[in-house]
């Protein structure tokens, strides 16, 4: 696994890293040095999210040890924000002539895949899934097909950018605060909307789990706009009760009610939400799946980064369940278990 | 003609985006793709949109193109050749 996310996720320990965390209501990914992982004379064309998901991707495939990737599939919910705005403003300024080709080739969503492909010679299958917060669920679910049909491994993974123009728009749909919000204190600030965010994560997955896997996932449900009853039902479907929950809580009164069920079926179980860490974005998900995975092979929980959290956690812990859902209408449950 | 190809060498560094790159590191008569700048099919592309930009020079033949962009001192005598007397 890896991630380039606003926390010391890329280099370094997570249990010790001190947490970002931001009164702007954006959450913006620590950028590592670049020149290890990508030769300068790519690095210079490419945009932001082409050099996050592109290093987290290397930087993944270094952990996992394998040589050549198999099946690259991934989720983003926006590609390149970066290369489309670029494009779209010069087709206005330029009256649709004169047009650079790198910001059009780069806005497509698959870029990141095929810069993979090209740098790691894949010639395997290659997808990457644009379904706003199902995205990368999906490029789940694919993968999952694909070990199921007997793919050795997957490189399967999500990334993301924010940008001043598209913060901007959310802005004016209510995908955030109004006010100025301090990301450590983002679940007391009930009010509509939640701070945006950004990040790049990838995973190896492999159809048997193997001493070296982080975790092993057993479970999973994907629900579009459900009724609270219907989330309670497939909530109640993971029969075993986990020992911990990391859920998507943003903070956001206008759809807080989905997480209000989740209380009431695990109560008494300990909760630690992410968003606080990462920020809301299509393929957010895909963060605190990794922070799961972290979690369920290091038994440990990195306790700075929840300084709110007044409930017991669990010293060891063998399975978690992960909540989270886009604004009410992608829900995704997955459960995680210590292998 | 000297202003010309400081000038022409200073628009390729921002287009192309060539970070580590001065405008008196590039020779005027040296290759821009393959050995020399090590330029690749996309640059050229971006090269063409540069003399559409900024000269309004649009290049219709990719033969002539493949001439044109050979290197500095080739761009900047076929601008020179564009502009009216």
């Not at chain 1, 932001?48 to 991934?74: F, M, N, Y």
């Not at chain 1, 790198?102 to 698959?110: G, L, R």
């Not at chain 1, 909760?271 to 606080?276: G, T, V």
């Amino acid at each position: 696994m890896a991630a380039i996310s606003p926390q010391s996720t890329f280099e370094g320990d997570i249990f010790s890293a001190p947490m970002v965390h931001t009164d702007s209501n954006l959450l913006s990914c620590i950028e590592p040095d670049y020149k290890p992982f990508i030769p300068g004379n790519s690095l210079r064309r490419m945009t932001r999210v082409l050099k996050i998901g592109l290093t987290t991707a290397l930087k993944c495939i270094q952990d996992s040890g394998i040589t050549t990737p198999g099946p690259i599939v991934t989720g983003t919910g926006k590609g390149s924000l970066q290369d489309t705005e670029k494009f779209i403003k010069e087709i206005a300024e330029y009256k649709e002539t004169a047009l650079n080709p790198t910001p059009f080739i780069q806005s497509t969503y698959n870029s990141v895949n095929g810069l993979i492909a090209l740098q790691q010679k894949c010639t395997a299958y290659n997808n990457t899934f644009v379904h706003r917060g199902f995205s990368f669920e999906n490029a789940l679910l694919d993968s999952m097909m694909l070990l199921q049909e007997g793919a050795s491994h997957t490189l399967t993974g999500a990334f993301e950018e924010i940008t001043k123009e598209h913060f901007y728009i959310k802005s004016r749909i209510g995908f955030w605060k109004e006010q100025p919000t301090d990301s450590r204190a983002l679940y007391t600030h009930f009010s509509p909307g939640t701070i945006a965010g950004e990040g790049a994560t990838f995973f190896t997955l492999t159809g048997t789990p193997s001493s070296d896997s982080y975790a092993a996932i057993t479970g999973f449900k994907m629900l579009y706009k459900p009724t609270a009853e219907k989330l309670s039902v497939a909530l109640k479907d993971f029969t075993t009760a986990p020992d911990l929950i990391i859920s998507g809580r943003n903070g956001d009164s206008t759809y807080e009610h989905y997480y209000e069920t989740l209380d009431q079926c695990f109560q008494g179980i300990p909760q630690l939400p992410f968003k606080h860490l990462c920020g809301e974005y299509d393929t957010a998900g895909a963060f605190g799946l990794w922070l799961a995975g972290q979690m369920l092979k290091a038994q440990q929980i990195p306790q700075q980064w929840f300084p709110f959290s007044t409930e017991h956690l669990p010293a060891n812990f063998n399975s978690i369940l992960f909540y989270n859902h886009f604004y009410g209408e992608q829900h995704v449950m997955l459960k995680l278990e210590r292998v | 003609m000297e202003e010309l190809k400081k000038k022409l060498k200073e628009q390729i560094i921002e287009a192309l985006n060539l970070q580590d790159t001065k405008p008196e590191d590039i020779d005027d008569n040296a290759a821009l793709f393959g050995e020399g700048l090590g330029l690749d099919s996309i640059d050229s592309l971006e090269l063409m949109v540069l003399l559409e930009r900024q000269y309004h020079i649009k290049v219709e033949d990719p033969r002539e193109g493949r001439k044109i962009l050979q290197s500095v001192q080739s761009m900047a005598e076929f601008i020179q050749s564009k502009q009216p007397a």
